[in-house]
């Protein structure tokens, strides 16, 4: 495979880890849990509130990496006293997932795949009409 085309091939890699990424926190985006720093004895039962997720992408020798960590702060206090495991003043976590940000995370993965994509085809036509001349 010719450099270039690993090149697109580690981007295509990277443009599918975003989306991924992203999904995953809208889908998980408003589900709660206990405060982190509730009365552990009332909560233990309850799972811990789901950790949102960003991809950070840089350039290295031969294509593109990523190294996914946790959004900091990863939740965020809201008033919900029906909640069994809501604290004496009625408050719960909720993931720190803003929706506008995951929606342009998606859009950017969608074009990075496209170009991504665009590569290989012309890196592949590319190769077709060199066999072509040589035949």
């Known amino acids: ?26 889908a998980n985006m408003s589900t709660t849990g206990p405060l982190p720093d509730a009365n552990a004895s009332s909560t233990t039962e309850y799972p811990a509130v ?8 840089v350039g ?23 909640a ?11 993931p ?5 940000n995951e929606v342009i995370q998606q ?3 969608g074009y990075m795949f496209a170009a991504n994509a665009m590569v290989m085809q012309v890196g592949s036509q590319m190769t077709s009409a060199l066999l072509n001349i040589t035949a």
């Open 60 to 82: 290295v020798a031969g294509g593109t990496a990523a190294t996914v960590t946790t959004v900091s702060p990863s939740y965020a206090p809201t008033f919900d006293p029906g």
């Open 96 to 100: 720190n997932v803003d929706l506008a």
């Open 1 to 26: 495979m010719s450099a270039a085309l690993a090149i697109a091939a580690s981007g295509m890699a990277m443009a599918t880890l975003r989306l991924n990424v992203s999904a995953g926190n809208v």
């Open 107 to 109: 859009i950017i993965a």
């Open 50 to 57: 789901y950790s949102p997720l960003r991809v950070d992408q």
């Open 84 to 94: 069994p495991y809501a604290d004496q003043s009625g408050m719960v976590a909720t």
